[in-house]
Every structure is written in structure tokens, then in C-alpha cells.
């Protein structure tokens, strides 16, 4: 079956298609011992520098002062590392840490699965989007490096719209684009971001790998949930064939 103009799944990319480990990899490389001494692990610091990176990009965007995620990420290197407990961040990292680390960002590799989930969707009758607050040079790169071919003109970047995920307007970006009558679909690793978009009118997919847990109790359902990309689109399709 070919895609139609009335079945759409778009997808967050980063942390969804794209996996982190990479990231992970490099703190530890470059920073491991160190951070070990201060009694930090380098995955929780990782973590929290993304996460801080995701919260202080959001509510700049909720203030109408929209800066780049990327730009955000940097700027709180150090802040972070505060944050962890170390005493005096610029003399236990340097710039040069800092750009190594984000370079390594900017090399995340493509998950297990992706180009299946993909061919499985279209054969469905999807078709495939991708909405990211990352800028679309960068991340469109992370799939075709894993071989992936995308087409340009479904990728679209919080960059255009002027405000991040997950505002309203964000997501209702993507449904205008779309007929009426759709059956539209938003997928991701982050379950606040299936939720939002759920809140606005698509049908949310939300695959496991990353969060590990759903926390329903605050994100009140999903439509699919699943382990992996390839079970995720299988939910999508018999979801909507079901209808």
C-alpha cells in the first residue's frame, strides 16, 4: 500500500529515532575519572545536562524568547556541572571539554529498527514526519548517516514555528498541514511529548527504550505503547485498521 494524504505519523527525533549513547559514551571517555572523583557518574550528569538543556529550552520558548536548543546546551555545561556538586566548574572542565562533548552530540547515531518502523508505516499507508527542536542540518544528518533517506520537505524543525515542543502551537503546526479528517498520529521516546501532542489532537505512540517508565499516572494514556520501533509501527497500523 502507498501512503495517503489521511494517515500521518510524525515523530520526535532525538532520544526516538536517535539514540544517546553515543553522548554517554564520550562524558565517559573524556570526563569519567573525573567525574568518579567527585562522586558523580557520568551518565547521570548526561542526563541532567540534557534535561536542564530541555527545561530552560522550553520555558525560554514559553517566554517568547526562543533560543536555539543547541545553543541553550552550551551555555549550561557549567551550570550543570554546579549543579553535580562540583565546587568550581571552570577549573574541574574546560571549553575544550565542553566542545568535545557537544561535537560528540552532534554525532548521535540512529536507533535499531528505524528504517523498519519506517517501511512498516508506509506500507500501512503513512505517511512519515519528523518534528524536532533541534535544527534540521543537524539532526536530518543523524539519519542519513545511519542510511536512512528522508524526505526534506516532512522534516520540520521548532526552529520555524518560534516556539518548542511542547507548546500547543508546536504540535498544531503539524496538524494544519494535514486534512481534517486524518488519522494523525505523533510517536516518541518521550512520553510528555506523545502527551502533548495527544492533548491537541493526535493520537500519541510512546516506545519504552528510553523512559523505561510510562508514569500514566501523570500523562493520563497513551493509544500505543511499545518496546521498540518496529512493534511501535505494528501498533500504529492495527490501531488504525481497527478503527
Known sequence: MTATENKH????????????????????ARM???????????????????????????????TTNYVKFFDVFRSIF????????????????????REFLLASYRDLKARPGVAECFAKLREGGFTVWCL???DIKRVAGYLAKG????????????????????HPRSYQYLLDKFPKDSDTWFA?????????ARLCGFKGAWVSFW??????????????????LPTLADGIVSFSSNQ
Not at 542510511?147 to 511542547?166: A, L, R
Open 9 to 28: 505519523v510524525v515523530f520526535d527525533v532525538v532520544g526516538t529515532l536517535i539514540s544517546y549513547e553515543n553522548f554517554f559514551e564520550a562524558i565517559e
Open 32 to 62: 569519567g575519572d573525573r567525574l568518579r572523583i567527585a562522586n558523580v557518574g557520568s551518565r547521570i550528569f548526561g542526563y541532567a545536562w540534557m534535561e536542564a538543556g530541555e527545561k530552560e529550552y522550553t520555558y525560554l520558548s514559553l
Open 78 to 97: 557549567y551550570r550543570t556541572l554546579g549543579q553535580a556538586g562540583i565546587a568550581e566548574p571552570r577549573k574541574f572542565a574546560s571549553d575544550e571539554d
Open 132 to 134: 524536532t527542536s533541534g
Open 147 to 166: 542510511g536512512i533517506n528522508f524526505p526534506p520537505e516532512n522534516f520540520v524543525s521548532c526552529d520555524d514555528i518560534g516556539v518548542g515542543k511542547p
Open 188 to 196: 516518541a521516546g518521550h512520553m510528555w511529548d506523545a502527551a502533548g
Open 211 to 228: 523512559e523505561k517508565e510510562p508514569c500514566l499516572d501523570i500523562f493520563k494514556g497513551m493509544d500505543v505503547i511499545a518496546v521498540d
